[in-house]
């Protein structure tokens, strides 16, 4: 007999995601995806300046903030037709790099690892047998005895608090736990060191863009100007700063997170390398231009499309094709014009919202009809899987030396099949690989940008599209970029100077996402077909699926006059 | 588990925190405050013998960059010891627990320390239907309501939970709100921004832990430590306003010599903020020392007090020998060109509040060209 499951929220992901699964005899055979919150920012940006819009479909998402405001700067351009200097490329590149090491590795550690590492058990290692396991993985100099010592005495003294804080109410001891205690306890040290070390990276951020979270981008260019004999604008100290912090981030890469995935990946392969594997189609929009965003054969991460998981062929994607991209709403809390069975391409987007769910509190949703905030991407009607593991499948296939390099290393030193990548653990280690290219690319971007300065191009601004006169009664724009989590899309309409539509197509959007007209379930649904559960109640193996995505809900829903009184100034409360 | 509440110290102690390192990082936290030094001691105080505040900190219609701010504070001892040492019992992003399990993790908060927890609040409310914004079934108004009625106090983190953000920008769809207007009978400290600064959130919890009482608020409930300066007063980039040296457009010969950026639409005039002193990410940058105009983002309704590049008229006549003050608020005013009207009057009160000038200032306004 079915047992229905409900997990809300599921936690350590951006936004809000509820998840309902149907276990018969230990087995999930159907589970359901329901994005529970909505802002309406589509609706919002209507009217606006063109040139505003970075910053409202910034605040779609803080996690992977900035990225929104890229593809956005992008879209306005694409609109105008402004190509952007070599250096404001560059800027966006190294930025969008140190997002990518930066929410990968928070994912890792902060969001994701609790689901393999049991921090109770950690408790239990010898902090001998840690130590010698970590520096016969690693050169990473946090790894003495006294070390692994203090850590443990650290979680030992926090667990006797009783204040359990973050770590209250945790899986603890489920037998799906399979690490031995000095892994767990490396893992928990990692924890921390990768929680402090990440607010390192994000400085790239507030270099060029100001602040992190949310830094500040501009349609044309960049904000920031170059000038090497000026202390008020990017010069010898501001680029050795990032420098730095890219070779710090490659030698933390290097040297804690990859010991840790394959560490950790070698005791979870021989079951997690054949679960959760899902959908079989893969989709990279491709992304980091080393000539020109208009020039997609040059980018470092290759675009297209892998059907039936056929690694031999790579199918082209063209975004303003009104046949390839469509989205649904058939299942999801909007109403479109002509009927919800229609899918729309993002230039005709619409956005109503038409709640038909339940009124809260509510104990289940009714999936027989709407049931999410999320639409419904296709692309030439099939669902896409999205991410970090669609983008190294097709860079693996699409035959770059580079991906090929890492991914074969990878696979023989856990020693198992190309398959293995199919899989929720493949999610999580294309990731970690993913993040090491990065850490190259930055380093050979940097190179770039300091190269043309010494040859004397300090240009970071195209002005000539700036003034709204300048530009057509009408355009449309489709701006695209791969996000951390996977292939994101923008599309605008302009009409008289002013946003006529704009449209976002989201990775989250086309993972999360309900089912299709047709009934076909989307990624997230389609990875937990099949997963075993040990107890019902107790959802780890879930949300193990569910974090190897990196949900971002808050992305994939589409997104004073005071007369109270205020309490000024208490002394005590 | 029984419960025994450590002090912060006996939690430092025992993370094998020196107390030289502690005193140290006391006598930084009372800096980050403004405090005298003669605080430290009230501090070192505090922290020797205070349990550890339960917190219980909600997600509602956001987009996470407040936790995400959170994560970056920049001392260390911040990052690696308030941010868990407050007993952060509820916390979507970070903790550990999914489902049942996560909401039983903050109803066990709410029955054992009635009275005696925080609730913090990142993002709005949305009232125009409940169902917009949905947790474990129940409305974001609906859990709210329930955990505030026995809280101590509330923290509204950045713009969404303190004025809606850019979900309440025009038309506002979802009818998103503010904490503060949803619910009563609490203090509620804004903590504005998008996000608020990482060390000004820190140093928020810092001051609840040490004092056990809410900072001195403004009258849009935010603590004036960190909000009663203008951008515009305190930016780097002043004395290139005062010269009447200004960017022309991005990266002209003037934005490569950080000339001022009043022209492409800074809002640094009409902005609350620490962002000129205590700056962004460890004290690297701000939005204007690299080169981009302040957006308004610690104001309610920056986002429809645009467009963001708007350029301001032209101001003719003054020098360096005008006193700053005078040119900071009569521009101040010419800035407030299709700005909401409260602005302004904020704008005279704030001026009155730095210069201790009498109530009958007048104020200068400039000629619109």
Request: proline residues 6%; negative net charge; aromatic residues 10%.
């Amino acid at each position: 007999m079915a047992e229905r499951i409900v997990i809300d929220p599921i936690t350590r992901i951006e936004g809000h995601l509820r998840v309902e699964i149907e276990v018969n005899n230990g087995v999930i055979t159907d589970a359901y995806s329901s994005g529970t919150m909505v802002r309406g920012i589509e609706t919002i940006l209507k009217g606006r300046d063109p040139r505003d819009a970075w910053a409202f479909v910034g605040r779609v998402c803080g996690v992977c903030t900035s990225t929104h405001s890229l593809t956005s700067v992008r879209t306005v351009e694409n609109a105008l037709g402004i190509s952007v200097p070599a250096n404001a490329e560059l800027i966006r590149n190294l930025m969008a790099n140190a997002l990518y090491i930066q929410d990968h590795v928070v994912h890792f550690y902060v969001l994701h690892a609790l689901d393999w590492v049991d921090v109770v058990s950690a408790l239990k290692a010898d902090p001998k047998e840690a130590a010698s396991i970590a520096q016969s993985i690693s050169p990473w100099p946090k790894s003495s005895v006294g070390y692994f010592t203090d850590i443990q005495k650290r979680f030992k003294n926090f667990v006797e608090s009783g204040q359990l804080g973050i770590f209250a109410n945790g899986y603890w001891g489920h037998s799906a736990y399979k690490l031995p205690p000095a892994i767990n306890l490396i893992a928990v040290a990692h924890y921390l060191e990768a929680l402090e070390w990440q607010k390192e990276i994000v400085k790239v951020h507030t270099i060029f863009g100001g602040k992190n979270p949310h830094p500040n981008y501009l349609v044309g260019g960049v904000p920031c100007s170059i000038n090497i004999e000026e202390a008020n604008a990017v010069n010898a100290e501001r680029l050795a700063m990032v420098g730095k912090l890219f070779e710090d981030a490659k030698t933390f890469v290097d040297q804690v997170y990859i010991p840790d995935l394959l560490a950790i990946a070698s005791f979870y392969k021989s079951d997690w390398g054949a679960i959760g594997g899902g959908l079989s189609n893969y989709m990279s929009f491709g992304d980091f231009p080393t000539n020109g965003y208009n020039n997609p054969e040059s980018f470092k991460m290759p675009r297209g499309v892998i059907l039936n998981r056929d690694l031999s062929k790579i199918h082209e994607i063209k975004a303003d094709d009104p046949e390839q991209i469509q989205e649904y709403v058939n299942n999801s809390w909007y109403e479109y014009s002509k009927g919800d069975k229609t899918g729309l391409h993002p230039w005709e987007g619409e956005t109503k919202f038409n709640y038909t769910g339940p009124k809260p509190p509510y104990e289940h949703l009714d999936f027989t009809q709407k049931y999410s905030w999320v639409k419904t991407p296709r692309w030439k009607g099939y669902p896409m899987e999205v991410g970090p593991l669609s983008r190294m499948l097709v860079g693996y296939a699409s035959g770059r030396e580079d991906y090929k390099e890492v991914i074969e290393s990878t696979l023989r030193a856990l020693d198992v099949p190309v398959a293995a990548l199919f899989s929720t653990l493949g999610r999580t280690a294309a990731r970690g690989l993913e993040t090491k290219l990065t850490c190259d690319w930055a380093l050979g971007f940097y190179q770039q940008l300091l190269d043309n300065i010494k040859n004397g191009d300090t240009s970071t601004m195209n002005n000539s599209k700036w003034e709204p006169e300048s530009w057509p009664k009408s355009a449309k724009g489709i701006g695209m970029v791969e996000a951390p989590r996977g292939a994101l899309s923008h599309f605008i309409v302009i009409e008289d100077k002013k946003i006529a539509n704009y449209q976002l197509v989201v990775p989250t959007t086309w993972n999360a996402s309900p089912r299709d007209p047709a009934g076909k379930r989307s990624a997230y649904e389609e990875s937990l077909i099949g997963t075993p559960v040990a107890d019902p109640k107790v959802p780890l193996e879930v949300i193990r699926t569910i974090h190897s995505f990196d949900p971002c809900l808050a992305c994939a829903v589409h997104v004073y006059d005071e007369n109270g009184s205020h309490i000024h100034e208490l002394k005590t409360y | 588990m029984e419960n025994k509440q450590p002090s912060f110290y006996e939690e430092v102690k025992k993370d094998g925190i020196s107390r030289k390192d502690f005193l140290k990082f006391c006598a930084t936290t009372a800096a980050l405050l403004g405090l005298e030094s003669s605080s430290i001691g009230q501090i070192v105080k505090a922290l020797e013998t205070k349990p550890r505040l339960p917190v219980i900190w909600f997600h509602f219609q956001e987009c996470t960059c407040c936790s995400e701010s959170f994560i970056r504070a920049s001392h260390p001892i911040v990052a690696n010891i308030v941010l868990d040492k407050i007993s952060l019992d509820y916390q979507e992003t970070l903790m550990a627990a999914s489902g049942a399990q996560a909401e039983d993790a903050y109803k066990a908060v709410m029955a054992k320390f009635p009275g005696e927890y925080i609730v913090m609040v990142e993002g709005s409310i949305p009232t125009e239907n409940e169902a917009y914004c949905c947790i474990g079934g129940r409305s974001a108004k609906q859990i709210l309501e329930e955990a505030v009625a026995n809280c101590k106090a509330v923290v509204a983190w950045g713009n969404c939970a303190s004025a809606g953000c850019v979900q309440a920008a025009s038309p506002n769809p979802t009818g998103a709100k503010p904490v503060h207007k949803v619910i009563s009978g609490k203090p509620v400290i804004n903590v504005q921004g998008c996000p608020p600064i990482a060390d000004v959130m820190a140093g928020v919890v810092v001051h609840l832990l040490t004092f056990d009482r809410i900072p001195q608020l403004d009258e849009l409930s935010r603590p004036k430590a960190f909000y009663s300066r203008r951008v515009h007063d305190t930016c780097y980039r002043r004395a290139n306003f005062d010269a009447g040296l200004f960017v022309e457009s991005f990266d002209d010969e003037g934005a490569k010599r950080g000339y001022c950026l009043y022209k492409m639409g800074c809002k640094g005039p009409v902005t609350y903020n620490s962002c000129g002193i205590i700056k962004w990410n460890d004290g690297i940058s701000y939005p204007i020392q690299s080169g981009h105009p302040c957006i308004g983002c610690s104001e309610a309704g920056f986002w429809d007090n645009g467009p963001f590049y708007q350029h301001l008229p032209s101001i003719e006549g003054f020098g360096i020998e005008t006193t700053a003050d005078k040119i900071g608020l009569g521009l101040g005013v010419a800035t407030v060109v299709g700005v909401a009207a409260h602005a302004v009057v904020t704008n005279v009160r704030k001026h009155r509040e730095i210069t201790n000038a009498p109530e009958t200032t007048e104020v200068e306004t400039p000629k619109d060209k």
